[in-house]
């Protein structure tokens, strides 16, 4: 589902969507690296690849300048 109507449907603002998505994509960047640390295989294999289907198409951090 788009980002876009996700918001329209639960009536957010499209920034804080994306604002709470990329929270969520650094704390599983975050509990990647606890698991890394303890030697955790199998949390490692569950956290494989999540960080990317948050991020990819929907949640990009825009750049500072304008799109013309």
């Known amino acids: ?37 303890r030697a955790d295989v199998e949390m490692l294999a569950t956290l494989d690849g999540v960080e990317g289907r948050l991020l990819k198409g929907v949640a990009v951090p825009e750049s500072l300048y304008l799109r013309l």
Do not use: H, S
């Open 1 to 37: 589902m788009p980002a876009a109507q996700l918001c329209f449907d639960y009536e957010l603002m499209e920034g804080n969507l994306m604002k709470g998505l990329l929270k969520i994509a650094n704390l599983v960047r975050e509990w990647k690296a606890m698991a890394t640390v």
